[in-house]
């Protein structure tokens, strides 16, 4: 383990048994993570890309000691998250996103201030801190407010205020934009970006299912699927591996039976992906070179289907994660994670 | 010798971050305790609370023997229904913290992941429920003996032995929270009913309202083996001064017995609590129970 590693992780993985109340035998059995390998350094702003279900919050679970895997290991600060939690535990800290937690009796300031208490903060510390974060993220005006009295949005925005209060070596983030609206979530993006530039030594572990998030923040993005992380790199080298490629959208007028594999068995054409748009379609391609475009265009007249716009464009994660996993994001939703 | 530096050092900082957790706790739980409804209707809910539960027991009382309040057995009953309120306030006030915390405010995993001792903070947690406890008591025993005449003469009472028993009884019940919390911990369904359920029991067979010899033979072991049935023994005998007639079944134990006995058991409900918290405390964490919750 070298002490330049803020987590690392070997060969992890995590099953859930669902077991038959009466009978007490094993129903069912969800592979919820399995042989994860990564090493994350001090001073990075690591993403997990992956849409729900694809065991994001079980690795965090895991790394901050709520959960003990059942196979391989994994360490967070150096110290193994099964066998020394207490000496991981006063150096990280957590904030899940799309929850209403909290004591709604407490205003926002003894919210934040009984948290700082408990990792040992002296209060006139921890009262400095707690206004100077509250400004930066725009609460400051809510510090008396009861947290009950709090939309789930500025819930949220107070939870993760509770997360950086304490200033922690290692915090991770799970869904931290998850419920806001387009600005809150701009907000809460940028405090996180001046956060790590104010403090090049600490390390964030971000899991998100949002594409601009990941490629907008992290110096580098784990894509995970079903468990599995498919790739681990920085967003531009990610992306770099489809710029040989040629990217095409073009939105059609209703398919008329046409399938992706279809388009897939042309020469050239590495990855079809069809959608439902207004009123038509959306065709992602992605093609080997230019060249291979007449070919599609002349599949698609064969079936009268007519081109309504064509776009070429520039390589993003969503389609690192279509290259990786067959499908866009948005298709892999709705997998229940435990 | 630089391990023993180690050493020392690092029980330093356990003992500092244990008070840091029941210090903090306790704060929180008062403040749950008390806000929430206006100081007025919270005072008036404090007094209404054991004076009706009291009030149910003593018509009891007067229709079953016709009203013989001056017999001695009613001290004795009342006594001991009086401060059962510790068993429920003190037992369930500590385990009903993993229950609030993760079901209601959501907040257990936050709790779990700061460098808190999680026993301490549960225990502070119990610490608001004590002193609304104690409040409930004290109104108990104030409507009995300005009612109902239950004899009480600060003269008389046992205070050295008075005191001495209720401070090791609220250790003993608060070790016996710590129990019933862990296992709380690897109980997402019915969790409910726990508290309730085991104060229910042990009111049954503690002797708090009958002696043990009312019980079925193959119960009495039980009642014996509770260490509740032996503190308000000594509660009872400490403020009366003298032992119910109705009340044989621990007659022929003097005090320093029953109070070896108390200490006794109390050591061995610490032993449970310390076992139990680290067995569920790594269920839990197997099992992924520590958020979970099941928004019943």
Redesign the interface.
């Known amino acids: 383990m070298s002490a330049d590693l803020a987590i690392e992780t070997h060969h992890l993985g995590r099953i859930y048994t669902i077991r038959n109340r009466r009978e007490r035998r094993i129903r069912k059995e969800i592979v919820a993570l399995q042989d994860v390998n990564l090493e994350v350094p001090r001073g990075e702003l690591f993403g997990l890309l992956g849409p729900n279900g694809a065991g994001k919050t079980t690795l965090i679970k895991i790394l901050t000691t709520l959960l003990a895997p059942t196979t391989g290991w994994a360490r967070v600060a150096g110290y193994d998250v099964v066998r020394e939690p207490q000496k991981i535990r006063p150096r990280i800290n957590m904030v899940s996103g799309g929850e209403t937690s909290g004591y709604g009796l407490l205003t926002v300031r003894e919210n934040l201030w009984m948290f700082a208490q408990f990792y040992g903060l002296p209060s006139r510390e921890a009262n400095r801190r707690i206004e100077d974060l509250l400004r930066r993220i725009g609460l400051a005006d809510r510090i008396h407010t009861k947290s009950s009295d709090l939309s789930t949005g500025l819930r949220q925005k107070m939870n993760i205020v509770r997360g950086f209060l304490t200033d922690p070596e290692i915090l991770f983030l799970d869904e931290p934009t998850l419920g806001l609206d387009v600005n809150a979530a701009r907000d809460v993006r940028q405090f996180i970006r001046e956060w790590m530039d104010a403090h090049p030594d600490r390390t964030v572990l971000l899991t998100t299912h949002y594409m601009v998030e990941a490629d907008e923040l992290c110096d580098r993005v784990a894509i995970i699927s079903q468990g599995r992380v498919l790739a681990c790199d920085s967003p531009e080298a990610l992306k770099r591996r489809l710029r040989r490629e040629a990217l095409f959208d073009i939105e059609i007028t209703a398919p008329n039976g046409l399938t992706a594999a279809a388009l897939e068995a042309l020469p050239g054409v590495r990855k079809a992906v069809l959608s439902d748009a207004d009123g038509g379609a959306l065709l992602k391609l992605v093609l080997a070179e230019d060249s291979a475009l007449p070919g599609v265009i002349g599949v698609l007249t064969e079936r009268a289907v007519r081109v309504r716009h064509l776009t070429k464009r520039e390589p993003t994660l969503e389609d690192v994660f279509v290259e990786l996993v067959g499908r866009p994001l948005a298709e892999e939703e709705g997998r229940d994670e435990p | 010798m630089s391990r023993n530096v180690y050493s020392s050092a690092s029980f330093r900082e356990r003992w ?2 244990a008070w ?2 029941f ?2 706790a306790t ?2 739980g008062w ?2 305790e008390s ?2 409804t206006d100081p007025f209707l919270f005072a008036v809910y404090s007094m209404v609370k054991p004076l009706a539960s009291a009030a149910i027991l003593v018509v009891m009382y007067g229709v079953i023997t016709n009203g013989q309040f001056q017999h001695p057995i009613f001290p004795y009953i009342y006594l001991g229904n009086a401060f059962y309120i510790y068993v429920g306030a003190v037992m369930t006030g500590v385990s009903w913290a993993v229950i609030d915390d993760r079901e209601h ?3 257990l ?8 001792r999680i026993p301490a903070y549960w225990l502070g947690r119990g610490v608001a429920r004590f002193l609304t406890g104690s409040f409930a008591v004290l109104i108990t025993l104030a409507a009995g003996v300005l009612f109902l005449h239950v004899p009480f003469h600060p003269a008389r009472v046992n205070w050295p032995l008075f005191l001495l028993s209720l401070t090791l009884g609220v250790v003993m019940l608060a070790l016996m929270g710590l129990v019933l919390a862990s296992i709380s911990l690897m109980i997402a369904h019915h969790f409910f009913l726990i508290g309730e359920a085991v104060a229910g029991a042990l009111y049954l067979l503690s002797g708090a309202i009958f002696p043990l010899e009312v019980l079925p033979p193959w119960l009495r072991p039980l009642g014996f083996a509770m260490p509740i049935t032996y503190w308000l023994e000594l509660i009872r005998r400490s403020l009366l001064g003298d032992v119910a007639r109705g009340f044989p079944t621990l007659s022929g134990f003097t005090n320093g017995q029953l109070l070896g006995i108390l200490a006794g058991l109390s050591v061995l409900f610490g032993l449970m609590a310390a076992v139990a918290f680290r067995l569920c405390d ?1 269920q839990a ?2 099992k ?1 129970l ?2 979970q919750t099941t928004n019943y």
């Open positions: 500092a971050a840091r957790s210090r903090v704060w929180l403040q749950i806000n929430w405010y959501r907040t995993k936050y709790i779990y992941v700061a460098p808190i790594r964490r197997e992924g520590i958020d």
